[in-house]
């Protein structure tokens, strides 16, 4: 789904703002342990900042993905 080096994505249950926001939420915090995991330091706040993508599945199931892939750290 991404080309970038580091992703995590999860599936948005409804279209509840709050629930969109709960699963950007939750990529964002595993995407940070990944990158922690992985040696490089990027905060929650360094990940928000770039955003989100969102799409749909062939099965109609709505996600967001949030991405790292390294040249936004400085």
Excluded at 63 to 73: L, T
């Amino acid at each position: 789904m991404s080309s970038a080096p580091y992703s995590a994505s999860r599936p948005v249950p409804s279209n509840k703002p709050e629930e969109l926001n709960a699963a950007v939420r939750e990529a964002t915090e595993e995407l940070v342990e990944t990158l922690q995991r992985n040696g490089i330091e990027a905060s929650f706040d360094d990940i928000a900042l770039l955003g989100h993508s969102e799409s749909f599945d062939d099965e109609g199931q709505r996600w967001v993905e949030v991405e790292w892939d390294g040249e936004e750290a400085g």
